[in-house]
């Protein structure tokens, strides 16, 4: 695996659940909004990854408004070199081939971070991107819960784990 992950050249990271927690929180309006906040170190870890020369993009779901809102309050709207905001029925993977063309990447240089198998990490998966399931949320406790099929190349604790992978 180590060899795989010094050919990495950009990094897609998934929003909710897995920069921060919304596993105890259904967010529907802009008070919920203004109380969330990043899990430890994320702002650190993305900084780090960019000073490594890694491309940086955010892949988040959800109604765009919303996202957007979650993103500033976040503090991470000039965090990432590309933002894209998807509606939750149309699914990743043809955002992830759109970013592997605009950047000129092949899969092999990509690894997508995410708290859902059944999205980051199939749609990851499914191109041949280097993938890593986040640890917490609610998704992650569904996972531990079943079987399934589509494994995880990593497993991270949290963000600032993905550093020690990629020796940053």
């Known amino acids: 695996m180590t060899s795989r992950l010094n050919r990495i050249k950009a990094i897609i990271f998934d929003l909710d659940d897995t920069l921060y927690d919304c596993s105890g929180a259904l967010i529907s309006n ?20 960019r000073q490594s020369g890694f491309k940086l993009i955010l892949v988040t779901a959800g109604d765009k408004d919303m996202q957007e809102r979650k993103i500033k309050v976040l503090g991470l709207e000039r965090q990432f070199d590309e933002t894209i905001i998807i509606n939750n029925s149309s ?13 000129n990447l092949i899969p092999e240089q990509v690894i997508c971070v995410g708290d859902k198998i059944k999205d980051e990490i199939a749609a990851g998966k499914s191109l041949g991107m280097i993938t890593a399931l986040i640890k917490h949320g609610r998704h992650y406790n569904f996972y531990k819960s079943n079987t399934n099929e589509i494994v995880p190349d990593l497993y991270l604790s949290n963000v600032p784990d993905l550093l020690k992978h990629l020796a940053c």
């Open 30 to 49: 802009i008070t919920e909004i203004k109380n969330i906040s990043l899990f430890p170190d994320v702002i650190n870890s993305i900084n780090k990854l």
């Open 91 to 103: 699914g990743k993977e043809g955002y992830f081939k759109d970013i592997l063309n605009k950047y």
